[in-house]
């Protein structure tokens, strides 16, 4: 897994959200104006001063865009990244174990998955104190049941074939065949599913933004943008688009460099480099 | 006579993308050819790999995953199909050229009657009315010897028996009245009795409809008995080519030496011996409400091999999880040097376990593809002995040196392996917890002739180098003539014969071991013949011949 073996599209992708990271941190030396500052009139066109217009109160949208990286890459990336580690975990140990364990587990995860998540979420985040940490897990914990779904069935494929059994057989903990038997067997499939459910985690912190549980005003998100702005498009101003842009340049990039990962994961020479 | 099929300096080649970017030509068959009469069969033999599937499929202009036809002809009939359009070529297959698959089960569609894909392809060639193509059905399946020609055909996939599928996959490759037939190893996925039945009713088939046949196997006392000609392949050549008594009775290139040889070794059975290293006593086993096993009791003397034959669905398998204890009896026990074992994996020491060790039939799956061979083999050592860095490294070496491969393979992935390499690694990991008792669950079956039998002489060599004792299932008779010293045949989860080899393997026979032994191809000419008059003769063992289970 080193730099050159890299084909040119997962080099874009990394170049790519290296680059919103980059604006992610930096955004106070980047960004032309504060985030939160009505600098202009009311979606102002391209060009001029402000080199991507401004928004429905006034506020440069490029700042804005550049802020938002911050909250968005953060959230979402730090929710999908908490759900994969609790519903793989919970998946494999339910196969693993068998029997009673699985049997509660999966039981409990169709519970949660029964309740639409939107209304979950509304739920559960009206009751708890609005914090960006239990913004993060309430997203995570609501996702995990889909990783958790997946994670099981993939991993129910491995658990019966042979070298798996020949580790029981070897007198193996249950660690040992979770992480060392079944997990590096599982990845390609998961690491699929990781691609999407960023997007969709993205999706999901605008959705709760709009209605005012997700990343509090005035700090910027990109999917609250696309809200805030949404009614722009009647009066053909792009100030809605451009953050819906970002959003959708950020997915790809992830998705490029999560195919490029699939490939070197389920080809089994190649994984030589990485196992 | 003119020739049915003429195969003039064939070569076929499939051009292999490497990551990188580059092409590599690789040639999968060079400068072969031959020809096949009408009502002739030519034999095409040769270990995997060696180009006859290529060769099978090229007589229907076909070629699997970018494999092309470079140069050469393929005249059916004094017709080039290589050179046929896609108009053309549809026209030929299925109608004047079919193909029978290894596998009848994965071939047919299970959500259709037989008899409606029997006849697909002569009504879509409109070569006879559905009326007309019912009825040669019907003649077919009773040339074939299948139960109630005439309604046979109104049966699913899933409700008859894997012989009889294969005779009805049969019938579909002869219903639309081809020129010529492709046999892809038929009969390789049956059993032996089932293969018998399976062998005598193409060979009538293809005497009765004067149709040309490709017959393709890695079995030389299969094609024996049904070619006229046979042809050695290796490596995509050809080895020799000739008459089928001139290859058998006379060879004359070494490699088709070293293939009618096999299967001859034979081992001097070790004394019987009191002090078991494994006892089986009473045993009765099963999934949920059905039993599997019945009352099995077994003995393995210490340091000898005791040989499981059996046919599939006779319980082997289902006896070695018991014995691992993947699989708690219902009844019976397991000693194991003299003291009882825990019914389960879970209540047994890591002591316990590490005295059994396991070699499994499908190497590929028995071994974590993710793993390093170094890793695969060294893990054992960590858990048991507690062995690291050097120290490890120092003896998998050894390990590796024991099973005759070289240190280059340590930091290779299993999938860089071959088949007989991969099983040997899986020796190796056996070896490595200094096991007391190795089951070995066919662990030849899924190799080529020439490299199972290095496999069994490694094994015969670590078996006298460290006096391990075998539990050795199989279901060919050859190979327990050659390892064991105990036999015991299982039938319907029952041992029906238990003892020292040469007392099993000599008459008077039980019917069922009569039926196993006689049933076993031999490498002579006429041998199926003879053997399906010696069945007339003596009244069929009831339900022990055609109505096995479903493979």
């Given at each position: 897994m080193t730099l050159r073996s890299m084909p040119i599209s997962a080099r874009i992708g990394l170049a790519g959200i290296l680059f919103v990271f980059a604006c992610a941190i930096f955004a106070p030396i980047i960004?032309?104006?504060?985030?939160?500052?009505?600098?202009?009139?009311?979606?102002a066109p391209m060009g001029g001063d402000f080199l991507l217009g401004t928004d429905n109160l006034g506020r440069d949208l490029l700042s804005r865009l550049i802020y938002g990286a911050r909250a968005t890459l953060f959230v979402a990336l730090s929710a999908t990244v908490i759900s994969f580690s609790i519903g793989m975990f919970l998946s494999f140990t339910a196969v693993v174990s068998g029997g009673v364990v699985d049997q509660v587990l999966s039981r409990l995860n169709d519970l949660l998955m029964s309740v639409p998540a939107l209304i979950l979420a509304l739920v559960v985040l009206a009751v708890l104190p609005q914090n960006i940490w239990i913004l993060i897990v309430v997203m995570a914990v609501i996702d995990s049941t889909r990783v958790y779904r997946i994670g099981r069935a993939v991993a129910l494929d491995v658990s019966v074939m042979d070298f798996v059994e020949a580790a029981w057989l070897r007198g193996e903990g249950k660690l040992w065949i979770i992480f060392r038997e079944i997990l590096p067997n599982t990845l390609a499939p998961l690491l699929g599913e990781f691609g999407l459910r960023f997007a969709f985690s993205i999706l999901f912190l605008s959705t709760l933004s709009f209605l005012g549980l997700g990343i509090q005003p005035p700090i910027a998100d990109w999917g609250g943008m696309v809200k805030d702005n949404k009614d722009g498009i009647i009066f053909g101003v792009s100030a809605s688009l451009t953050p819906g842009a970002a959003i959708a340049f950020l997915v790809v990039c992830v998705n490029l460099v999560v195919d490029w990962l699939i490939n070197t994961t389920s080809s089994l020479k190649g994984a030589r480099d990485n196992a | 006579m003119p020739e049915m099929l003429s195969v003039k300096n064939l070569r076929i080649e499939v051009t292999a993308r490497q990551t990188d970017g580059s092409a590599t030509n690789l040639v999968l068959v060079d400068d072969v050819s031959f020809d096949v009469g009408k009502g002739r069969v030519l034999g095409l033999i040769g270990e995997s790999g060696a180009g006859k599937s290529t060769i099978g499929l090229s007589a229907l202009a076909y070629g699997r995953g970018g494999v092309r036809i470079e140069s050469g002809q393929i005249l059916l009939d004094g017709q080039d199909i290589a050179r046929l359009g896609l108009r053309g070529i549809r026209a030929v297959r299925g109608a004047r050229v079919a193909y029978v698959a290894q596998s009848a089960a994965a071939a047919f569609n299970p959500a259709h009657k037989l008899g409606r894909q029997v006849i697909e392809a002569s009504i879509r060639h409109g070569i006879m009315t559905r009326a007309e193509a019912t009825k040669r059905a019907a003649y077919l399946f009773g040339i074939l010897g299948l139960p109630d020609p005439d309604t046979f055909?109104?049966?699913?996939?899933?409700?008859?028996s894997g012989g009889q599928l294969q005779r009805a996959m049969t019938a579909m490759a002869l219903c639309a009245n081809p020129e010529l037939i492709v046999f892809d190893e038929p009969t390789t996925a049956l059993d032996v009795t089932t293969q018998i039945e399976v062998l005598a009713a193409i060979k009538h088939a293809i005497v009765e409809t004067q149709t040309a046949a490709l017959y393709i196997t890695h079995d030389l006392a299969v094609v024996a008995q049904i070619s006229d000609d046979i042809m050695v392949l290796r490596h995509g050549k050809t080895v020799e080519y000739g008459s089928t008594r001139q290859i058998i009775e006379a060879p004359r290139a070494d490699y088709t030496r070293a293939l009618v040889s096999i299967r001859q070794t034979t081992r001097q059975e070790a004394r019987p011996s009191d002090d078991a290293q494994l006892r089986v006593d009473g045993m009765t086993a099963g999934y949920s409400a059905m039993d599997v096993l019945h009352d099995v009791s077994l003995v393995l003397p210490r340091g000898q091999t005791l040989a499981v034959v059996g046919e599939s669905g006779s319980g082997k398998s289902t006896l070695a999880r018991v014995i691992t204890g993947l699989l708690p009896p219902k009844a019976g026990t397991v000693s194991f040097s003299g003291a009882a074992l825990p019914p389960a994996r879970k209540d047994r020491s890591r002591e316990q376990l590490r005295r059994i060790q396991m070699i499994y039939q499908m190497a590929d799956t028995a071994m974590n593809p993710r793993q390093k061979i170094r890793d695969i083999v060294g893990r054992p050592l960590t858990l048991y002995f507690g062995m690291r860095g050097t120290a490890k490294t120092e003896r998998v070496k050894e390990l590796l040196d024991q099973i005759e491969m070289g240190p280059q393979f340590l930091d290779r992935f299993p999938a860089e392996l071959s088949g007989g390499q991969k099983q040997r690694v899986a020796i190796a990991r056996a070896l490595a917890a200094k096991p007391e008792l190795i089951l070995c669950d066919e662990p030849t079956s899924a190799l080529d002739p020439l490299v199972a039998e290095g496999i069994l002489k490694l094994l015969l060599r670590l078996q006298a180098e460290t006096a391990v004792s075998y539990l050795f299932i199989t279901h060919d008779i050859a190979i327990v003539r050659a390892i064991a010293d105990r036999v015991a045949v299982m039938h319907r989860g029952k041992v029906v014969r238990e003892g020292v080899k040469s007392a099993v393997l000599s008459p008077p026979f039980d019917d069922y071991t009569d039926l196993l032994l006689r049933s076993v191809p031999e490498m002579e000419i006429g041998w199926l013949e003879r053997v399906l008059d010696g069945r007339r003769a003596v009244p069929q063992v009831p339900g022990a011949a055609i109505e096995l289970e479903r493979s």
């Open positions: 960004a032309p104006y504060d985030e939160s500052a009505i600098v202009g009139e009311v979606w | 055909g109104e049966r699913f996939p899933h409700q008859v």
